[in-house]
């Protein structure tokens, strides 16, 4: 039952019932992710009619990547990707739009899109030059081949900058402090502490850098024909960016390139950010006579792929996403930043909603594998009798508490290992049947997530909702637990969350929004359907069971 969501097909071509539901004007949505290029293109009524991708790997193999990215052979922790590489794929992605049928590209009003989250490209001085006179009669990757100071950009899988991460925690006075002030504790992958190793470690490359961008930006930029602005939200995955007055942090700057007098250098190449919402302007010249957009066609800010993916789900003030995956993550919409818990995960600015609410990220490595290695020992591999196992214990599994870490998890941070206890709190070596085991795993599992969003300052009302997505979500026994443990209804969507598809609702709502609340303009294309609700006896259940599991994890923590 936990398998991934059937993906939409490679090209969705309008039929007459997508026809009859709603024609142009039609809107643009791009995810450059680690691995592809994904384009989509969706009508009035927000349904996919087109949709293109290119693999890196499979259709651009001359760059030698392998999962969409180059791995140093001296230093795994070093991972990067070539900026012309996604250049050259953007390429391919418009020429495989401009050769579909029908042709749409002169009836798109406007375009947005999702990078990966953290990775940077440098533009070379120079770059704006480049960007505002490029030919129609020639290839994008030709006429940037030269346009990056950095020609290898580090991308978020990268972990090779421990020591600046340090360096930028001490400068503004410890990992807390600066989780305050940014949203999140510096991270080897954040985009503040890759820029601080390319300032000390490639000065001459900095030097003669005229613009940091992210991907999301970069892509922007393209399209723009000018450096776009970095958005908000995908700004808030830097540890530069003060969440609270949206302005890039003067101590944080100073902390990733603390020279004298090279903080503000730095600001001036990251350029002033820029709402997630705003229209930066029209599409360049070159796209309008190469592949024939129309001249009006307005480019809107692009942000992250998890921000994209957010804004794609929808979530209302007091919603909640599951993603059931190799890793668990949860997203979280908050109207308002919390007291405390810090730390703990990601927080963003929220990119539907207005400047002062905010959107978080928990990321739980132990997902799916951990699940799967359970119904391997404990369920003889099958799904099916993993879920009669699950029926045959009671809410509650009689006290019975069960931690299990295949990795070393993120949040908390508890080493990779099994942890077992009984009602009366004594720890175990194993449970007493395969059934308790089962349910442990579950219940754990879900406890831990609702434990840690309320930390931060989650709050489950009457109104809340739960999302679930992922191939975890294709079990109904998983998610009628998931419903009691948060004592929220579930629901789950007809088609996986996507970042591209997000982007195509950002664009109309920024276009013909007019003030109203994203989640009301956009949520009658949401094909919502509710799966459980909990049970009636759930809250008094897992509310104390959630106090006994909190001591429990910090008796762990604590060994």
Same mark, same amino acid.
């Given at each position: 039952m936990e398998k991934g969501h059937k993906k939409r097909d490679q090209r969705v071509i309008m039929d007459d019932e997508t026809e009859q539901s709603g024609g142009g004007p039609f809107y643009l949505g791009f995810d450059l992710s680690t691995q592809s290029v994904k384009a989509v293109v969706t009508n009035d009524a927000l349904q996919v009619v087109q949709e293109v991708s290119v693999k890196f790997d499979q259709d651009l193999p001359e760059f030698g990547t392998s999962g969409g990215a180059n791995r140093d052979p001296t230093n795994s922790k070093v991972v990067t990707a070539q900026p012309i590489m996604w250049v050259k794929a953007m390429g391919l992605v418009l020429e495989k739009l401009?050769?579909?049928?029908?042709p749409l590209l002169d009836q798109i009003v406007g375009i947005s899109g999702a990078g990966q989250q953290h990775g940077s490209v440098f533009w070379k001085r120079g770059g704006l030059e480049t960007l505002r006179n490029l030919d129609p009669d020639k290839f994008l990757h030709d006429q940037l081949a030269f346009a990056f100071a950095i020609q290898n950009s580090p991308i978020w899988m990268d972990s090779s900058t421990s020591e600046y991460c340090d360096m930028l925690e001490k400068a503004v006075g410890g990992a807390e402090v600066l989780a305050k002030l940014t949203g999140s504790r510096a991270y080897e992958r954040f985009t503040g502490s890759q820029i601080s190793k390319i300032f000390h470690t490639k000065r001459e490359a900095y030097n003669a850098t005229e613009r940091i961008s992210l991907v999301s930006s970069f892509i922007a930029s393209i399209f723009l024909g000018s450096y776009a602005a970095i958005d908000y939200s995908d700004a808030s995955g830097m540890n530069l960016l003060d969440i609270r007055e949206k302005t890039w942090s003067p101590i944080c700057l100073a902390g990733v390139v603390p020279e004298e007098g090279e903080g503000a250098n730095l600001a001036e190449k990251l350029g002033p950010p820029t709402p997630t919402e705003a229209v930066l302007g029209t599409i360049s010249p070159y796209f309008v006579e190469r592949y024939g957009f129309s001249s009006d066609c307005k480019v809107v800010a692009f942000t992250g792929d998890n921000p994209s993916s957010f804004a794609e789900m929808c979530l209302g003030? *007091? %919603? #909640?996403?599951?993603?059931?995956?190799? =890793? %668990?993550?949860?997203?979280? =919409?908050?109207? =308002?930043?919390?007291?405390?818990?810090?730390? !703990?995960g990601h927080i963003f600015v929220n990119p539907i909603a207005s400047k002062d609410h905010y959107m978080a990220l928990l990321c739980f490595k132990n997902g799916s594998l951990t699940r799967e290695r359970i119904r391997r020992d404990y369920a003889n591999g099958s799904w099916s009798i993993f879920n009669e196992l699950l029926d045959s214990t009671p809410r509650g599994n009689f006290g019975n508490v069960g931690f299990y870490y295949d990795l070393w998890e993120i949040i908390?941070? #508890?080493?990779?290992? %099994?942890?077992?206890? *009984?009602? !009366?709190?004594?720890?175990?070596?194993?449970?007493t049947s395969n059934e308790v085991e089962v349910r442990a795993l579950i219940e754990g599992q879900f406890l831990s997530r609702r434990l840690h969003a309320e930390k931060i300052g989650c709050k489950i009302t009457k109104e809340t909702k739960i999302l679930a997505t992922g191939g975890g979500s294709a079990n109904p026994k998983i998610l009628q637990i998931l419903s009691d443990v948060f004592n929220a209804p579930v629901y789950v969507q007809g088609d996986s969350n996507s970042a591209d598809l997000g982007a195509c609702y950002r664009v109309k709502h920024a276009l013909y929004g007019e003030g109203r609340p994203f989640d009301q303009f956009i949520q009658s294309v949401q094909a919502y359907q509710k799966v459980w609700d909990p049970n009636k006896d759930a809250k008094e259940i897992y509310d104390k069971m959630l106090q006994r599991f909190a001591i429990l994890e910090q008796t762990i923590l604590n060994l």
């Amino acid at each position: 039952m936990e398998k991934g969501h059937k993906k939409r097909d490679q090209r969705v071509i309008m039929d007459d019932e997508t026809e009859q539901s709603g024609g142009g004007p039609f809107y643009l949505g791009f995810d450059l992710s680690t691995q592809s290029v994904k384009a989509v293109v969706t009508n009035d009524a927000l349904q996919v009619v087109q949709e293109v991708s290119v693999k890196f790997d499979q259709d651009l193999p001359e760059f030698g990547t392998s999962g969409g990215a180059n791995r140093d052979p001296t230093n795994s922790k070093v991972v990067t990707a070539q900026p012309i590489m996604w250049v050259k794929a953007m390429g391919l992605v418009l020429e495989k739009l401009r050769l579909l049928e029908p042709p749409l590209l002169d009836q798109i009003v406007g375009i947005s899109g999702a990078g990966q989250q953290h990775g940077s490209v440098f533009w070379k001085r120079g770059g704006l030059e480049t960007l505002r006179n490029l030919d129609p009669d020639k290839f994008l990757h030709d006429q940037l081949a030269f346009a990056f100071a950095i020609q290898n950009s580090p991308i978020w899988m990268d972990s090779s900058t421990s020591e600046y991460c340090d360096m930028l925690e001490k400068a503004v006075g410890g990992a807390e402090v600066l989780a305050k002030l940014t949203g999140s504790r510096a991270y080897e992958r954040f985009t503040g502490s890759q820029i601080s190793k390319i300032f000390h470690t490639k000065r001459e490359a900095y030097n003669a850098t005229e613009r940091i961008s992210l991907v999301s930006s970069f892509i922007a930029s393209i399209f723009l024909g000018s450096y776009a602005a970095i958005d908000y939200s995908d700004a808030s995955g830097m540890n530069l960016l003060d969440i609270r007055e949206k302005t890039w942090s003067p101590i944080c700057l100073a902390g990733v390139v603390p020279e004298e007098g090279e903080g503000a250098n730095l600001a001036e190449k990251l350029g002033p950010p820029t709402p997630t919402e705003a229209v930066l302007g029209t599409i360049s010249p070159y796209f309008v006579e190469r592949y024939g957009f129309s001249s009006d066609c307005k480019v809107v800010a692009f942000t992250g792929d998890n921000p994209s993916s957010f804004a794609e789900m929808c979530l209302g003030a *007091n %919603d #909640i996403a599951v993603s059931l995956g190799t =890793s %668990d993550t949860l997203f979280l =919409s908050m109207p =308002s930043l919390p007291q405390h818990g810090f730390g !703990e995960g990601h927080i963003f600015v929220n990119p539907i909603a207005s400047k002062d609410h905010y959107m978080a990220l928990l990321c739980f490595k132990n997902g799916s594998l951990t699940r799967e290695r359970i119904r391997r020992d404990y369920a003889n591999g099958s799904w099916s009798i993993f879920n009669e196992l699950l029926d045959s214990t009671p809410r509650g599994n009689f006290g019975n508490v069960g931690f299990y870490y295949d990795l070393w998890e993120i949040i908390p941070k #508890i080493k990779n290992g %099994d942890h077992k206890f *009984n009602k !009366e709190g004594s720890k175990l070596t194993k449970f007493t049947s395969n059934e308790v085991e089962v349910r442990a795993l579950i219940e754990g599992q879900f406890l831990s997530r609702r434990l840690h969003a309320e930390k931060i300052g989650c709050k489950i009302t009457k109104e809340t909702k739960i999302l679930a997505t992922g191939g975890g979500s294709a079990n109904p026994k998983i998610l009628q637990i998931l419903s009691d443990v948060f004592n929220a209804p579930v629901y789950v969507q007809g088609d996986s969350n996507s970042a591209d598809l997000g982007a195509c609702y950002r664009v109309k709502h920024a276009l013909y929004g007019e003030g109203r609340p994203f989640d009301q303009f956009i949520q009658s294309v949401q094909a919502y359907q509710k799966v459980w609700d909990p049970n009636k006896d759930a809250k008094e259940i897992y509310d104390k069971m959630l106090q006994r599991f909190a001591i429990l994890e910090q008796t762990i923590l604590n060994l």
